[in-house]
């Protein structure tokens, strides 16, 4: 089992930056694929950005492409996801998934969820 907790929610201006860390413990991190999905009130959650195992494949859909960035950091069982350009239809729950098997992670997402961090944009 992996247990995740993400952190660096809040609120912030139209334009501005917020980095978003999901830690994980439990399995082997660097096993695990990881992702960032999201969900608004009202709606689907939805997958912004995917990060292989490796770190060798990323995914982002077009609407955070060039404002947003997955890394991560297995040393630390971490894995980021850095907000630029923050616009008010990117206001959500942010949470954090990981799953062995590329194409779970970035259907549906796995088993293994967190809790999520609120991201709250104001315009």
């Known amino acids: 089992q992996v247990q995740l907790v993400e952190s660096g929610g809040g609120l912030v201006q139209a334009g501005g930056s917020l980095r978003l860390s999901c830690a994980a413990s439990?399995?082997?991190?660097?096993?695990?694929?990881m992702g960032w999905f999201r969900q608004a009130p009202g709606k689907e959650r939805k997958l912004v950005a995917a990060?292989?195992?490796?770190?060798?494949?990323?995914y982002y859909t077009d609407a955070v492409k060039g404002r947003f960035t997955i890394s991560r950091d297995n040393a630390k069982n971490t894995v980021y996801l850095q907000m630029n350009s923050l616009k008010p239809e990117d206001q959500a729950v942010y949470s954090c998934?990981?799953?062995?098997?590329?194409?779970?992670?970035?259907?549906?997402?796995?088993?293994?969820w967190g809790p999520g961090t609120q991201v709250t944009v104001s315009s």
């Open positions: 439990g399995r082997t991190f660097s096993n695990y694929h």
């Open positions: 990060m292989s195992w490796s770190g060798g494949t990323t």
């Open positions: 998934n990981a799953h062995p098997t590329w194409a779970t992670l970035i259907g549906r997402g796995g088993h293994y």
